[in-house]
């Protein structure tokens, strides 16, 4: 079902100021960026497949998915049989709708035991 790490990003209050601070001091290179700058994501040509990096900003939002620092987000080839399999095994879901398209991604959450967020995402 997992094929690998899709990608990890870290929730941040400020996205411009965190997003050019990985820019310059760890010399990423910037693969896409939101419109409204509150994702920034960073790529390393020339290592494929590779595991993407990105900065999200938080909204001051009671959401406990964005209070949670780092996000891990499993890839999968397909989500819906992936979400379907889980299902049968006990794991809940949370958001409506349970699957949601973002960009150039579909993902879905939900908990492990010990309460952590974690998604898993397929590329369009």
């Not at 965190?18 to 290179?29: A, I, P, R, T, V």
């Not at 999968?76 to 699957?99: R, Y």
């Amino acid at each position: 079902m997992i094929i690998g790490i899709d990608i990890i990003f870290l929730h941040v209050k400020d996205s411009v100021k965190m997003s050019q601070w990985y820019k310059e001091m760890l010399e990423l290179d910037v693969s896409f960026v939101t419109e409204d700058l509150t994702w920034t994501e960073f790529g390393f040509p020339g290592h494929p497949p590779a595991t993407r990096f990105a900065i999200e900003h938080t909204r001051d939002s009671s959401s406990e998915v964005e209070q949670q620092p780092i996000m891990v987000s499993f890839r999968v080839e397909d989500i819906f049989k992936a979400t379907t399999q889980l299902e049968s095994k006990g794991v809940e879901f949370c958001g409506n709708p349970k699957i949601r398209e973002e960009g150039i991604s579909y993902f879905t959450t939900f908990r492990d035991p010990e309460g952590n967020w974690i998604q898993i995402s397929q590329r369009k």
